[in-house]
C-alpha cells in the first residue's frame, strides 16, 4: 500500500471580509463573472472562498443580474 500524505490546503480567505470598502451590487458583472463558471453555473463556497454571508450575497446578486440579463443563464 501506498502512504500517500494529504497536503494541508491553506484557508481562502473572503474577498469581501477582507476588503471592507467591497461591496457586492448585481451592477457590477466584472465583479459576478469570478464567482461563475464557465458554462454558468455559481461556484461553491468552498471553491470561491467566501464565507456563508457574502456567499449568500453574491449569490442574489448573480441571480438578480440574470434576471434583468445583464449576466447570460447558460454561456454557449
Not at 471592507?20 to 463573472?33: A, G, M, R
Not at 469570478?34 to 467566501?50: A, D, H, M, Q
Amino acid at each position: 500500500m501506498v502512504n500517500r500524505r494529504r497536503k494541508k490546503m491553506k484557508k481562502k480567505v473572503c474577498t469581501f471580509c477582507a476588503d471592507k470598502s467591497s461591496k457586492i451590487d448585481y451592477k457590477e458583472v466584472h465583479k459576478l463573472k469570478k464567482y461563475v463558471t464557465e458554462r454558468g453555473k455559481i461556484l461553491p463556497r468552498r471553491i470561491s472562498g467566501n464565507c456563508a454571508i457574502h456567499q449568500r450575497d453574491i449569490t442574489q446578486a448573480i441571480k438578480r443580474s440574470r434576471h434583468i440579463a445583464l449576466l447570460p443563464y447558460t454561456i454557449d
